[in-house]
């Protein structure tokens, strides 16, 4: 499932650092790696500490962790919306991701130079939510104009249409983000093909000093205040801290490092989790001596679903899913030992997955 992550930021405010940070294998404690599939797209893998421990029970011959994608999206300026500097650019490829990492400034250093000339992140934000706001507030009029003949015969579904196109019009030109109004499920479809770049969920990364990152400071106090009806994530990170840690070669010394630090784990391991959820993603596992592996999969999905993310066949063929629950596995230490105390459930088409699941799929084509 390749979903993307685009993080997003004026510049100087360490995103790159952080996404040069999230590309090195060494910032995390599993030896999996990274690749480059363009110049600015990364595949990172997700860190999970349950597919270790299935590893050290099962000892399979290869372990495959789960992945997302993580884009480092052009800096933007005031007037993107208008093309102003790489403007275009960046609105094209934020438009291509499915959630932002909107990283902001929460450190000050008199030699890192503000583009502003202020750390002010409330600001920097205001700076990137008016562009993108505007650039859907266009987007929505223009849709608004096209079905005006529509509305004008009496056409229901163009009506039905205007009606919620202009309840996004209003909170665009009040300073509101497209995701902020709320649709049901049949308004939905109207506002959906117009990919919303506001519309998008949305967590934001503090880039704090070293000073600041465990208990954080006034800039981040005040960055959770002003997004707290947003229903949005605020993480805290240190990028210089993260791409100190990157440059060490043991794991060992990387712990280590973090302990002197006050940390649990590497900064960049919670926002490569926190983005996974953001994505609204779960995890399930198939556990065998050929392979351990971590798969990916949307919230809600049934059985079928689950097995067409291995191979379409497997949905479309589906009779039935062998299920045993994480915490049952590690307890018993087997598949067989699963089993034979009843802890293996049957399960059919309508069997919604849940995170952690160990499965086992029986399909006929």
Not at 317 to 326: D, H, L, M, N, S
Request: overall charge negative; glycine content about 8%.
């Amino acid at each position: 499932m390749a979903l993307k992550c685009g993080i997003v930021g004026l510049p100087n405010v360490g995103k790159s650092t952080l996404f040069n940070c999230l590309s090195n294998a060494k910032a995390q404690s599993a030896n999996f790696p990274f690749c480059t599939i363009e110049p600015n797209v990364g595949v990172i893998t997700v860190p999970d500490d349950r597919l270790g421990k299935l590893e050290s029970l099962v000892n399979p011959e290869k372990v495959q962790p789960t992945t997302i994608e993580i884009v480092d999206i052009a800096g933007l300026v005031k007037g993107a919306s208008k093309g102003e500097g790489l403007g275009n650019k960046f609105l094209a490829n934020i438009r291509e991701t499915d959630a932002i990492i909107h990283v902001l400034r929460c450190f000050d250093d008199d030699n890192v130079v503000h583009v502003d000339g202020k750390v002010d992140p409330l600001n920097d934000k205001e700076v990137i939510d008016f562009e993108l706001q505007l650039k859907d507030l266009e987007t929505v009029q223009k849709q608004l104009e096209g079905i005006k003949r529509k509305v004008k015969t009496g056409d229901k579904s163009a009506v039905k249409e205007q009606e919620v196109l202009s309840r996004y019009e209003a909170a665009l030109e009040a300073g509101k983000s497209a995701r902020t109004v709320e649709v049901t499920d049949e308004e939905a479809p109207f506002i959906m093909g117009l990919h919303l770049l506001t519309i998008k969920p949305v967590m934001y990364v503090c880039n704090v000093d070293e000073g600041s990152v465990v208990s954080g400071n006034a800039h981040v106090e005040a960055v959770k205040a002003a997004v707290k009806d947003e229903n949005a994530e605020v993480i805290m990170i240190g990028a210089q801290i993260e791409a100190d840690i990157a440059e060490l070669d043991s794991y060992e010394e990387r712990q280590e490092f973090l302990q002197d630090m006050g940390l649990k784990e590497a900064g960049v391991n919670v926002l490569i989790r926190a983005a996974y959820a953001l994505l609204n993603l779960d995890t399930y596992f198939t556990a065998g001596e050929k392979e351990v592996r971590a798969w990916t999969i949307n919230k809600g999905m049934t059985a079928p679903q689950a097995a067409g993310v291995i191979h379409t066949d497997f949905e479309k063929g589906f009779i039935r899913a062998e299920v045993i629950k994480y915490n049952d596995f590690v307890t018993l230490g087997s598949e067989a030992a699963c089993k034979d105390a009843g802890k293996m459930g049957v399960e059919g088409k309508e069997y919604v997955v849940e995170d952690g699941d160990i499965m086992h799929f029986r399909f006929n084509v």
